[in-house]
């Protein structure tokens, strides 16, 4: 699990930038009809017969991963998850990425084909197509940067502006794992330092470890909501934790909300792990990052077609803007909502 990529193979500068470059993406296949000339080229060309979502993000190490416990093909697949996820939040379709990463020369040829690799899952198991980008030498560590496009239909795009007083607040999958998952990694990386031979027994943890170290961008969602022919009135997701996004869509959206504690979906080796480390579980929902699920409102009249789906979660209701954003505890108290976020979390934990 704890990997060391400073072992002696074959070095970046052996292959020269553009060696690299061919190197490592001429595997990628093409998928849409939308993209007209991929890598090899000044640009890439993609003609969108609809709206076109651009959105980009980019990981630095040291800050958003650590490749002690992050395998280097889980990263580059992860790095995929971040920017679909923000495609799918506007209720469209990806359909291209680039890819630009810099990395100081600690990084072997071998140690990009790790990379590349989960960049290629991700690109196959989500349908997309790789389209160009770019590689540089940096004085230290790693950085990706990714760009996401995809397209859909105007009147489909969902905006995080566009909830309404009582409209019902609804959630995707369950919530707090990613953020527990990473306070395991972290733990089992101090006993590591302590005992280099020691190799930690994750069996207990799978499921969090992995929402950390390989979410799933919610696709499958975006397609429920379609053929249950139900467009959400806003929705945004869940990077930073469900507190800061809330604040997020009322913000944007004008309004206020009413969440209630005793309906936030847990796994329960959330509440398990919670336990372990005795943290709060609501706090650790509120304000844990990375769950990439989808926060989303709906019309009170299309409550019946998602009442008895087992992906989705109905939390609360949208209010007016004067009544502010709320927690309603299991005690029935009404506490006002304040954004921590990732940052926030993990300073504090």
């Known amino acids: 699990m704890f990997q060391n990529t400073k072992d002696s193979k074959t070095k ?23 993209t007209i000339k991929s890598i090899g080229d000044d640009a890439a060309v993609f003609n969108h017969s609809e709206q076109s979502i651009i959105t980009t993000d980019m990981l630095v190490e040291g800050i958003h991963f650590d490749l002690s416990y992050m395998p280097l093909k889980h990263l580059g697949y992860k790095a995929v998850m971040v920017n679909l996820s923000d495609i799918y939040a506007m209720n469209a379709d990806a359909e291209q990425i680039t890819v630009s990463i810099a990395c100081s020369s600690r990084f072997t040829v071998e140690a ?25 030498s940096a004085v230290k560590g790693l950085t990706i940067s990714i760009t996401a496009l995809g397209q859909t239909k105007r009147e489909n795009i969902v905006y995080r502006s566009g909830a309404k007083p009582n409209d019902l607040l609804v959630v995707s999958g369950d919530l707090g794992g990613a953020f527990l998952g990473l306070k395991v990694l972290e733990r089992e990386k101090e006993v590591f330092k ?28 975006v397609d429920l909501l379609k053929a249950l022919d139900v467009k959400p009135t806003a ?58 699920e989808l926060l989303f409102t709906i019309d009170q009249n299309d409550y019946d077609k998602i009442k008895a789906n087992p992906h989705l979660t109905v939390i609360g209701h949208m209010t007016e803007a004067k009544e502010g ?25």
Request: charged share 25%; with cysteine.
């Open 12 to 34: 970046l500068s052996e292959l020269g930038e553009f060696g690299l470059i061919e190197h490592l993406t001429s595997h990628f296949k093409i998928q849409h009809e939308s």
């Open 112 to 136: 990009l084909e790790e990379l590349y690799a989960g960049i290629t899952k991700a690109a196959e198991v989500y349908g997309v197509d790789v389209i160009g980008g770019d590689t540089t």
């Open 194 to 221: 302590v005992n280099p031979n020691s190799q930690p027994d994750l069996t207990p943890y799978t499921y969090i470890v992995e929402r950390q170290l390989k979410p799933e961008a919610r696709k499958d969602i």
């Open 235 to 292: 929705m945004i997701d869940i990077s930073d934790g469900l507190s800061s996004e809330l604040m997020h869509l009322c913000k944007n959206s004008k309004v206020g909300a009413n969440m209630f504690e005793d309906k936030l979906p847990m796994d329960p080796s959330v509440i398990s792990t919670c336990e372990e480390f005795e943290l709060d579980s609501t706090t650790v929902v509120l304000n844990g990052g990375e769950d990439y």
């Open 325 to 349: 954003i709320h927690l309603i505890s299991r005690m029935n108290t009404k506490i006002p909502m304040k954004a921590r976020g990732w940052n926030g979390m993990s300073e504090e934990d």
